[in-house]
């Protein structure tokens, strides 16, 4: 089992440290500010384990949290406010947003130079040439998770279950490019490939997020492959405090008798997002002051 929690804990030490310095060097620390649109309570979970992360690392972490009925236009407002600010370092709006909100050109909004989420297209097109300014927080933690696991991926064959702009695609990107982390032969499968097994079954390494329990079953898995899995869903479980516990995408139980390796739903894939996200936020820092 690839423990994500133990990885990401030792990256946050390293960000601590350098958080330190950078404290020493310019009397300031990073600055991240969240926006948080009404009360989903998968998302408010999100948001804590940020602000949680954020303290331990020592960068400043406020939630800016609006009523769910907030106009387009107000917190696009709001957004344009905080690239100005000089003191915000970088942003994201926590998503999904309410359904009535234009998710896309909220995202727009930002500025590339804070969008420490790189969802915007001038970050994701700079990932698409290889000169990368922020890469969203869950693919790089993927391929750095993969890496901290001395998992070859020059050469390998890796399948991707979702093209999600949040995941699939940059990982895509990130595991074909030309790099030392890079250099894979990348299938992406998603809702409308027929026989994903097909590719699956052949994979070295197959990572699945699609947001759907039991996307990836056993009999998709080669034996000794690796298994990424990305996604968190929530299930009703009355043997739990809260009523409910998480698992991925993925049969857990029977695929970790095949896969030579595979992430933990929780525990494995998320830890590494939130220290990529901080990462990204000491990097916004950086390209800010030096403007």
């Known amino acids: 089992m690839i423990d994500g929690k133990k990885i990401s804990i030792s990256i946050q030490n390293s960000l601590k440290e350098e958080i330190s310095k950078i404290k020493n060097i310019y009397n300031s620390i990073p600055k991240l500010v969240v926006v948080l649109v009404g009360n989903n309570p998968a998302s408010i979970s999100y948001v804590k384990a940020k602000e949680r992360a954020c303290e331990k690392a020592?960068?400043?972490?406020?939630?800016?949290?609006?009523?769910?009925?907030?106009?387009?236009?107000?917190?696009?407002?709001?957004?344009?406010e905080l690239n100005l600010d000089s003191e915000t370092h970088g942003m994201i709006v926590q998503l999904p947003l309410p359904k009535d909100l234009?998710?896309?050109?909220?995202?727009?909004?930002?500025?590339?130079?804070?969008?420490?989420?790189?969802?915007?297209?001038?970050?994701?097109?700079?990932?698409?040439?290889?000169?990368?300014?922020?890469?969203?927080?869950?693919p790089l933690g993927v391929q750095v998770l993969l890496n901290?696991?001395?998992?070859?991926?020059?050469?390998?064959?890796?399948?991707?279950?979702?093209r999600s702009k949040l995941v699939g695609i940059p990982l895509a990107l990130l595991l074909s490019s030309k790099s030392d982390l890079g250099n894979a032969s990348v299938t992406i499968c998603h809702s409308k490939s027929k026989n994903i097994k097909s590719h699956t079954i052949k994979a070295d390494i197959v990572v699945v997020a699609t947001g759907f329990p039991h996307t990836l079953t056993a009999d998709m898995v080669?034996?000794?492959?690796?298994?990424?899995?990305?996604?968190?869903?929530?299930?009703?479980?009355?043997?739990?405090?809260?009523g409910y516990r998480l698992i991925g995408d993925s049969d857990f139980e029977e695929i970790y008798e095949i896969a030579s390796k595979i992430t933990p739903v929780p525990g494995g894939v998320g830890p590494m997002t939130i220290a990529m996200l901080l990462k990204n936020v000491t990097k916004a820092f950086l390209l800010n002051v030096k403007k």
């Open 58 to 80: 020592g960068i400043l972490c406020h939630v800016e949290r609006l009523e769910e009925n907030v106009s387009e236009s107000e917190l696009i407002k709001y957004i344009n």
């Open 102 to 138: 234009d998710e896309e050109k909220i995202i727009q909004s930002i500025s590339p130079i804070k969008d420490v989420d790189g969802l915007t297209n001038e970050n994701l097109g700079l990932l698409a040439s290889g000169n990368s300014r922020f890469v969203p927080a869950t």
């Open 148 to 162: 901290e696991i001395n998992a070859k991926t020059e050469g390998s064959n890796i399948v991707i279950i979702g």
């Open 222 to 242: 080669r034996k000794d492959s690796i298994v990424i899995d990305v996604g968190v869903n929530r299930i009703e479980d009355n043997t739990k405090k809260n």
